[in-house]
C-alpha cells in the first residue's frame, strides 16, 4: 500500500516538483524563487504563468519569492509599471517576500566589474554598436577580435572611471568581458557588461550615467539575494552559461538552480559526470540547474562545477 501511494504521489508531481524533491532530498533546507520582471510594460499571460509558477513552488515548498525588478534601462522603465506589475501579482492572489530591484545592487555590481578589469577579464571599448554587431561573427565564423581588447588593465580602469564620472556621450564606450570571440555560443563572444546612458533613473536619478546589461546583473542579482531557484522562460537557456560564467569570474556563492518551462529540459548537477535520462513527460519540459554546496565553485555559465569538479545533464524530451 505505502508503494501505492508513493507512486502515486510521484506520477502527481510535474517535473520541476520532481527535481525540487530531489534537491530537498539530496540536502537542499530552504527554497528560494524569485519574479524578476523588467518594469518597461505591463504584464501578459506569460507572465501570470511565470508568476503561479515561481510564486506557486515556493509555496508549496515552505520556501520564500522575492519580487525584483530588472530596472538596468532607464530609458524604457518608468515607477508606472512598477506599481502595475504590484497590483496584478495581487490580484492573482500572491505576496512577495522583498521587494528588490536591480538598482539596489548597482553600486555592488559596479565594484565587481572593477574586479573583472583588474583580473584582465574586462574592457572598455570604443568600437560603435554597429561594429560590434558586425565583429561579433555568425553561427559558423568566428568573431574579429576588438582593437581596444588588449587595452592595459590600467588604462580600461581609468576610462571605466571616467565612463562613471559621465565624460563619454552616450556610446561612445561601453564596457565589455574579454571571454572568447570564437566561442560557439555567440553571446560569449565578448559580451557587454555596461553602457552610457544619460538618462534619469526613476529610483536613482542621476547618481549613475552606466548601466549594467541584463545579462551582467540578472544572474549576479540571483546570486546576492541567495536564490536556490532560478525560473525563467526557455529562450533564456543560452544566456545561462554566460550568468554563471559571471559568478564565477567574481568568486560568489554557487549559482542557483536554473529552471526553464519551455519545449525542452536539461538537469544539470554538481559533482558527478553521469548522463540519465526520465521517463518522458508531454508538455513538462524545462531546465533546471541545481545549485552547488556552499563550499562549492560557481562556474562558467551552462557549467554548473562544485568544488570537486564535474556535472551531469538530464534531458527530457
Known amino acids: 500500500m505505502a508503494s501505492e501511494t508513493n507512486e502515486t504521489r510521484e506520477k502527481s508531481l510535474n517535473f520541476l516538483e520532481e527535481i525540487i524533491e530531489e534537491s530537498i532530498a539530496g540536502g537542499e533546507t530552504r527554497i528560494q524563487t524569485r519574479f524578476p520582471p523588467e518594469p518597461n510594460g505591463y504584464l501578459h499571460i506569460g507572465h501570470a504563468k511565470s508568476i503561479c509558477i515561481n510564486f506557486g513552488l515556493a509555496k508549496k515548498y515552505g520556501g520564500k519569492c522575492n519580487l ?10 518608468d515607477v508606472e509599471y512598477v506599481d502595475s506589475i504590484k497590483r496584478d501579482i495581487q490580484w492573482l492572489g500572491f505576496q512577495w517576500e522583498l521587494e528588490r530591484y536591480a538598482s539596489d545592487y548597482f553600486d555592488q555590481l559596479y565594484e565587481w566589474a ?23 561573427g555568425t553561427v559558423s565564423v568566428p568573431g574579429t577580435p576588438s582593437p581596444w581588447r588588449d587595452r592595459s588593465v590600467e588604462e580600461n580602469l581609468d576610462l571605466f572611471t571616467r565612463m562613471k564620472n559621465g565624460e563619454f556621450p552616450d556610446g ?5 568581458a574579454k571571454i572568447d570571440m570564437a566561442h560557439p555560443n555567440m553571446l560569449f563572444r565578448d ?9 534619469e533613473h526613476h529610483r536613482t536619478g ?3 550615467c552606466i548601466y549594467p546589461m541584463y545579462d551582467y ?11 536556490t531557484h532560478s525560473i525563467c522562460t526557455l529562450e533564456f537557456d543560452v544566456h545561462r552559461p554566460l550568468y554563471d560564467w559571471f559568478i564565477h569570474a567574481d568568486h560568489l556563492r ?22 540519465a535520462r526520465q521517463r518522458d513527460r508531454p508538455r513538462q519540459t524545462g531546465i533546471l540547474r541545481a545549485r552547488g554546496s556552499e563550499q ?9 562545477e562544485s568544488a570537486e569538479g564535474g556535472h551531469h545533464q538530464l534531458r527530457r524530451r
Open 68 to 77: 525584483r525588478f530588472d530596472d538596468t534601462n532607464p530609458v524604457k522603465e
Open 114 to 136: 572593477v574586479v573583472l578589469i583588474k583580473k584582465g577579464l574586462a574592457y572598455v571599448d570604443d568600437q560603435t554598436q554597429d561594429e560590434i554587431r558586425e565583429n561579433r
Open 172 to 176: 561612445a564606450k561601453v564596457l565589455r
Open 191 to 199: 559580451p557587454l557588461m555596461y553602457r552610457i546612458i544619460h538618462t
Open 206 to 208: 542621476n547618481k549613475w
Open 217 to 227: 546583473a540578472h544572474g549576479q542579482s540571483d546570486s546576492i539575494e541567495k536564490v
Open 254 to 275: 554557487p549559482a542557483p538552480q536554473g529552471l526553464h518551462p519551455g519545449f525542452g529540459a536539461q538537469f544539470r548537477r554538481d559533482g558527478g559526470r553521469r548522463q
Open 296 to 304: 562549492g565553485r560557481p562556474a562558467p555559465h551552462g557549467r554548473a
